[in-house]
């Protein structure tokens, strides 16, 4: 089975600032995709950022990038210059490549912007 | 393009009794997920339908059961409520291209008390 493990439950940076979320996921399949959602206090689920595995290249969305690391089946989320909106729970979560497969979340990270 | 609705937003109801939460994904998607967010934890994976099939469940006990309708909407019902049922209960809807991702509602909070 398919796990996700986010270790680090809150992290807070500096308005303007970089931060940097971890992610680690186990899986026997060579096809899958991975995500990072925002969930704000709305509890809208809010789709940051996708990666697909065979893609060697890191995907990135304006401020944010990901550090894909498929060998130590590593994907971290950087946020460049934070902003008081990037306030949120942040999800790490996995889905196997083929089909309308479910996906598989990670326990996930608060972020505190500090003005 | 209206995105996934859920209804009701919240939801009390005593021990015992029976929950149904409800789920209106985006047109044109088939597929519908449902999650259960317990206070401070992730999403738990439930039931997952496809074209009016269950394809997957979630290690839940049998009192969570759903269906899909013809038109894709879902149900998904909660009998003999516990304490520990009460949650935040997400919708997800997707198409059947592997690319996309799933698009959430905003939820039915569930008090159980």
């Known amino acids: 089975a398919q796990t996700v493990t986010q270790s680090q439950p809150e992290m807070s940076v500096q308005e303007a600032e970089t931060v940097t979320l971890s992610c680690t996921y186990d899986t026997s399949e060579s096809d899958y995709y991975l995500f990072w959602y925002k969930q704000p206090p709305s509890r809208q689920m809010i789709l940051v950022i996708r990666q697909e595995a065979y893609k060697q290249q890191n995907a990135t969305e304006n401020r944010f990038s990901v550090n894909f690391q498929k060998a130590a089946k590593s994907f971290s989320l950087k946020i460049s210059d934070s902003q008081l909106g990037d306030a949120a729970m942040y999800f790490c979560a996995y889905r196997r490549g083929f089909g309308n497969e479910k996906l598989t979340f990670g326990t996930g990270t608060r972020l505190t912007i500090i003005p | 393009e209206a995105g996934v609705t859920q209804s009701p937003t919240h939801l009390i109801k005593t021990r015992g009794q029976q929950a149904t939460l409800r789920c209106s994904p985006i047109s044109g998607h088939t597929s519908v997920y449902w999650y259960q967010q317990a206070l401070g934890l992730g999403l738990q994976f439930l039931l997952w339908y496809d074209e009016g099939e269950e394809r997957n469940r979630g290690n839940f006990p049998p009192r969570f059961s759903g269906r899909q309708f013809p038109n894709y909407s879902s149900e998904l019902n909660v009998n003999a409520l516990e304490l520990e049922d009460s949650a935040l209960y997400l919708c997800?809807?997707?198409?059947?291209?592997?690319?996309?991702?799933?698009?959430f509602g905003q939820g039915t909070r569930l008090t159980v008390v």
């Open positions: 997800a809807s997707s198409s059947l291209d592997s690319s996309t991702e799933a698009f």
